[in-house]
């Protein structure tokens, strides 16, 4: 492989793995990556074949994957460690009301997450394959199952943090439906996203009757739903 298509394989891999936040062009996805590195790696078809069978379940993935997941997990608790820093960064410049400031530290943290992805891929190409495998298998269980637990707790930091911001008493009914969905339900994205429609007509059918309600005369908080739970 030329070092040309050796850039091109860490560049997909960095767009992956900002992708994987931001989910905005699916680069993340099985099939459109491995399409994009048999692209530059002139193997396009094996690379369309191979995302198009990427899913292939847990068992798979643990056969395939387990040595190498250990890096990637160190790099992700890394990140997200860092991450949470540049959150306590971003607040102190809003409160500074520098924009600017808060931009430059929300676009390196989301190059930060492009960084855990592309390191390893980039180790995979200028390190022997078998290098690598002995030397993850030989890290001890007590350190590989720190990061998993250090990992969790750095994750669940994370949504605290979203949820403090975006909770508020209108909110909390959609994220008790999402969180009691979420952890019981075996539905698809397509069954999720039509439960995401109905919500979204029923906030919709609830604004407009306290709307309505207050044409009438009632006083009102400015936030219809906002009012609609109040009388209850």
Same mark, same amino acid.
């Given at each position: 492989?030329?070092?040309?298509?050796?850039?091109?394989?860490?560049?997909?891999?960095?767009?992956?793995?900002?992708?994987?936040?931001?989910?905005?062009? #699916?680069?993340?996805?099985?099939?459109?990556?491995?399409?994009?590195?048999?692209?530059?790696?002139?193997?396009?078809?094996?690379?369309?074949?191979?995302?198009? #069978?990427?899913?292939?379940?847990?068992?798979?993935?643990?056969?395939?994957?387990?040595?190498?997941?250990?890096?990637?997990?160190?790099?992700?608790?890394?990140?997200?460690?860092?991450?949470?820093?540049?959150?306590?960064?971003?607040?102190?410049?809003?409160?500074?009301?520098?924009?600017?400031?808060?931009?430059?530290?929300?676009?390196?943290?989301?190059?930060? #997450?492009?960084?855990?992805? =592309?390191?390893?891929?980039? =180790?995979?190409?200028?390190?022997?394959?078998?290098?690598?495998?002995?030397?993850?298998?030989? @890290?001890?269980?007590?350190?590989?199952?720190?990061?998993?637990?250090?990992?969790? @707790?750095?994750?669940?930091?994370?949504?605290?943090?979203?949820?403090? @911001?975006?909770?508020?008493?209108?909110?909390?009914?959609?994220?008790?439906?999402?969180?009691?969905?979420?952890?019981?339900? #075996?539905?698809?994205?397509?069954?999720?996203?039509?439960?995401?429609?109905?919500?979204?007509?029923?906030?919709?059918?609830?604004?407009?009757?306290?709307?309505?309600?207050?044409?009438?005369?009632?006083?009102?908080?400015?936030?219809?739903?906002?009012?609609?739970?109040?009388?209850?």
């Amino acid at each position: 492989m030329s070092i040309i298509s050796m850039i091109l394989v860490v560049f997909v891999a960095f767009l992956a793995g900002m992708e994987g936040i931001l989910d905005e062009f #699916q680069f993340h996805q099985p099939l459109v990556a491995c399409t994009l590195i048999g692209l530059v790696t002139g193997n396009l078809e094996a690379g369309i074949v191979l995302g198009g #069978q990427g899913i292939k379940g847990v068992p798979s993935a643990i056969a395939i994957a387990v040595p190498l997941a250990v890096a990637g997990l160190f790099l992700t608790m890394i990140v997200r460690t860092i991450a949470v820093h540049i959150v306590h960064l971003m607040d102190a410049a809003a409160e500074e009301g520098n924009i600017r400031k808060v931009e430059m530290w929300h676009i390196i943290a989301v190059c930060l #997450q492009g960084v855990r992805i =592309a390191v390893p891929a980039g =180790a995979l190409l200028f390190i022997p394959a078998e290098t690598v495998r002995s030397f993850l298998e030989s @890290m001890p269980a007590w350190l590989t199952d720190g990061m998993a637990i250090g990992g969790g @707790m750095v994750v669940a930091v994370g949504y605290a943090l979203v949820i403090n @911001m975006m909770a508020t008493k209108e909110v909390w009914p959609f994220f008790v439906i999402g969180f009691v969905v979420a952890a019981i339900s #075996q539905l698809t994205l397509i069954a999720l996203g039509a439960l995401g429609v109905a919500l979204a007509l029923i906030y919709l059918n609830l604004s407009k009757m306290g709307g309505s309600s207050s044409n009438g005369g009632g006083s009102n908080s400015g936030d219809p739903l906002g009012d609609i739970l109040n009388d209850y």
